[in-house]
């Protein structure tokens, strides 16, 4: 018991030398009243930069709209402008499909009367009257190229004969 009485006392005696080194500072209400101005000076400009941090969000979120419509845009400009591109182009090869049809049957028919051309050119140099008619028409110089450019695709001429090919036969 006598351990508990001493330890009573000796916290008594530290907590009042304890009272007497601290250092009373002392609180006006001139101090009350310049803390309470400074919470309402705080409180004002924390409300003030949050309207003008909502203005400024208002602002973005305007320009991300803006935005997202030029985006959906340029995605609609560029689809378009793509679809257009393959359709000129499938466009393109139908016509040149359906262009060479009639040609590549002139060209058949050419074929056929290929060996007939040849036939008249040996006739027109051993016949003169012949040979002089088609030189006054132009013909002659056509007969003439046909025997150079057997492999080239039959290209049709101006007085209906062609330029034959060597085509195998199926």
């Not at 500072?25 to 949050?50: G, V």
């Not at 969000?57 to 419509?69: E, P, S």
């Amino acid at each position: 018991m006598s351990l508990i009485l001493l330890l009573f006392l000796s916290s008594l005696n530290l907590s009042l030398w304890a009272q007497e080194k601290q250092v009373i500072i002392p609180y006006t209400l001139a101090d009350r009243d310049r803390a309470i101005s400074t919470d309402a000076k705080i409180a004002s400009l924390e409300a003030n930069n949050n309207l003008r941090f909502e203005s400024i969000d208002k602002q973005l979120n305007y320009l991300q709209k803006q935005n997202d419509d030029i985006k959906t845009l340029f995605y609609w400009g560029f689809g378009i402008l793509i679809t257009l591109f393959f359709f000129i182009l499938g466009y393109v090869i139908w016509d040149r499909r359906t262009a060479m049809h009639p040609i590549l049957i002139q060209a058949s028919k050419a074929e056929a009367n290929s060996s007939e051309v040849l036939t008249l050119r040996d006739y027109s140099k051993k016949t003169e009257y012949l040979l002089e008619e088609w030189k006054k028409k132009g013909t002659l110089i056509m007969l003439q190229i046909i025997p150079i450019i057997p492999k080239v695709p039959i290209v049709p001429i101006a007085i209906g004969i062609g330029i034959g090919t060597d085509k195998k036969k199926k």
